[in-house]
């Protein structure tokens, strides 16, 4: 069964960085367009990133600039760098195949931003 599991989140002062990963069960990443998905309380879940499986990225405008997304099919894993962080890129991230599929949500790992 298809795991992702997300990690790297944590506590960070606006203008820090932090950098998540995603480690996927299976194949996932060598047939699947990847994301990373952020959902704040009371919002929405947005997409915040995405990567093909050749390399080819794209962002949400508001991270554009600021944030990186990677894979390394080999580890069948996934990367955010995200630098610059503001306070409203407070949420939960979550990592998924683009578009999303129900059965792949995890828990999400927790990035809050404040001072």
């Known amino acids: 069964q298809v795991q992702l599991v997300e990690s790297g989140g944590g506590l960070v002062q606006p203008g820090g960085s932090l950098r998540l990963s995603c480690a996927a069960s299976g194949s996932i990443f060598s047939i699947n367009t990847m994301a990373w998905y952020r959902q704040a309380p009371g919002k929405q879940r947005e997409l915040v990133a995405a990567?093909?499986?050749?390399?080819?990225?794209s962002y949400r405008d508001s991270v554009k600039g600021r944030f990186t997304i990677s894979r390394d099919n080999a580890k069948s894993t996934m990367y955010l760098q995200m630098n610059s962080l503001k306070p409203e890129d407070t949420a939960v991230y979550f990592c998924?195949?683009?578009?999303?599929?129900?059965?792949?949500w995890g828990q999400g790992t927790q990035v809050t931003v404040s001072s």
């Open positions: 990567i093909s499986i050749d390399g080819g990225t």
């Open positions: 998924n195949t683009a578009p999303p599929k129900f059965d792949y």
